[in-house]
């Protein structure tokens, strides 16, 4: 999955918060001055294109909504930052958490002790 750039994170966000919209729709939750209803469609085409959403056809209307979820989209950014700076070693991305002090051996400790209760 390929990371989104921040238009189309944001109009992710978006559909994520609202679910199933036309682009009209869309447009409305932008505040003044709103986007401009084609380079909406297009980012949100270029989404389609991606995977990231799908539509039904309403007429000559189209409603897209989500096939991603943020969830989902979460998870392959995580690994997609372990895999291209950390060399896809997860224990290379803790250790460098650990050493940067943004997790502390406490916090490690609780971590496995969680990671052993559910197994």
Do not use: C
Not at 23 to 29: D, I, M, T
Not at 96 to 109: A, Y
């Amino acid at each position: 999955m390929k990371k989104l750039t921040n238009k189309e994170k944001e109009i992710m966000d978006l559909y994520w918060q609202h679910g199933a919209m036309f682009v009209r729709e869309l447009q409305e939750h932008y505040a003044e001055p709103r986007p401009h209803f084609n380079t909406l469609s297009t980012i949100v085409r270029i989404l389609e294109r991606e995977g990231y959403l799908a539509h039904k056809q309403f007429g000559n209307s189209y409603q897209y909504y989500p096939l991603v979820s943020e969830k989902e989209y979460g998870r392959s950014s995580i690994a997609g930052v372990i895999k291209n700076y950390f060399n896809d070693s997860y224990l290379s991305a803790v250790s460098s958490f650990v050493k940067e002090e943004k997790i502390s051996v406490d916090e490690l400790k609780e971590l496995i002790d969680q990671i052993e209760s559910s197994k």
